[in-house]
């Protein structure tokens, strides 16, 4: 089981240093990574204030926040799967 835990971190860490790296050779790289940490944080309020229509609620909690900051709306889908697996 810590394998897996490692493992994890070390694919989290990876995606994160490839984002980071296409941000910069983007030309604008501050810009991009704000623009795309809104994205997820929008996406994130999106649809937790249409949770009453859909059913659908993501926790607002540290984990939650910082990997839809670093990695945008594919965090919230993944978030989403996770949700609807476990519920």
Request: charged share 5%; no cysteine.
């Amino acid at each position: 089981m810590k394998i897996l835990g490692i493992a994890a971190l070390s694919l989290l860490g990876v995606s994160a240093l490839t984002i980071l790296l296409m941000a910069i050779y983007s030309g604008k790289p501050i810009r991009k990574l704000i623009l795309n940490s809104l994205f997820g944080i929008i996406t994130l309020l999106l649809i937790n204030l249409t949770r009453k229509f859909t059913g659908v609620y993501i926790p607002v909690n540290v984990i939650s926040v910082v990997g839809v900051t670093v990695f945008s709306i594919p965090a919230v889908i993944g978030l989403l799967v996770l949700n609807l697996i476990f519920i």
